[in-house]
């Protein structure tokens, strides 16, 4: 089976994107895992499939599949690259549309500068909707919120982290760190990503906050590891750096991969990524 894709990258967390307006190509997860192969495959983050309008009043659905292959709620990085594709293949001539996720609808906008802002909808904070499991549990107050201590792996003598829990519609865990560059993310974020009070998994964010109008941001990416960006991860690390007393309503987020700015206005505002989306090149690629 032969399938055209397009390479794409926004702030360096890169995908393969799928036009499947035509028809759903039916791709089994060991072949989502193929394409993300960056030795025998295309090589992503994430597999990003266009489709067609599920409902009146939308006008595509964006389906999102981990390295792993298997399918999460969400990717604003990857939002912005499906703006961008379906604009530059000629799917619309709109600079904003409405699109379906497997969490809600969400809607990019092509801006004149070329960057791309997206409306990813407000943060949930109910724990038993980002899932959470917080039963027996205290949280600390902080600001005009509250963390969460978590013991990582097995042993009681395990490292003990403080994060915030949120969802950006798919489930966030952020902690603040004196330092990204030293921050131990390859050796907890596998611990967090699978930590039994997450029953659907969740992404590690690692903040430094820099001033009130900018931060430094990691993530360790559920079913992806660690990326060069996260976009979803960045919405969440400001609206916790806000909740927490922080930060203010509009930061700059430095990722490894590229400059993200995200503004919240508060609680049942949504929240609003603007960034880069590059179409890095295209092909066809037969799958297994």
């Known amino acids: 089976m032969r399938v055209h894709f397009t390479k794409m990258q926004g702030a360096g967390n890169d995908f393969v994107v799928l036009d499947e307006t035509a028809g759903n190509l039916g791709l089994s997860p060991q072949q989502y895992r193929f394409l993300a192969d960056r030795h025998f495959g295309v090589g992503a983050d994430q597999i990003l499939s266009v489709r067609p309008s599920p ?27 499906f703006m961008r594709f379906v604009h530059e293949r000629g799917l619309t001539t709109r600079d904003t549309v409405r699109v379906q996720t497997l969490s809600g609808v969400i809607e990019p906008r092509l801006n004149t500068d070329g960057r791309v802002t997206v409306d ?67 050796r907890q974020g596998p611990l967090i990503e699978h930590h039994p009070r997450f029953p659907q998994r969740v992404n590690a964010g690692f903040m430094q906050v820099v001033d009130r109008g900018r931060i430094r941001l ?41 400059l993200l700015t995200i503004e919240w206005g508060g609680p049942g505002q949504p929240v609003l990524m603007t960034g880069p989306a590059v179409t890095v090149f295209a092909g066809e690629i037969e799958l297994p």
């Open 55 to 81: 409902a009146p009043g939308i006008d595509f659905q964006y389906v999102i599949h981990n390295a792993d292959g298997g399918e999460v709620e969400q990717c604003g990085n990857g939002a912005r690259c």
């Open 120 to 186: 990813m909808g407000p943060p949930v904070f109910e724990t038993a909707r980002v899932p959470f499991d917080a039963e027996g549990l205290r949280p600390v107050a902080r600001g005009q919120w509250e963390q969460w201590h978590l013991v990582l792996g097995s042993r009681a003598d395990g490292d003990v982290v403080s994060v915030a829990v949120l969802s950006m519609g798919n489930p966030h865990a952020v902690q603040v760190v004196e330092n990204v560059d030293t921050a131990p993310v390859e």
């Open 218 to 258: 990691r993530v360790y990416e559920r079913g992806a590891g660690e990326t060069l960006a996260c976009g979803t991860g960045a919405c969440a690390a400001v609206v916790a750096g806000i909740r927490l007393g922080l930060l203010d309503a509009r930061v700059d987020v430095e990722t490894r991969g590229g």
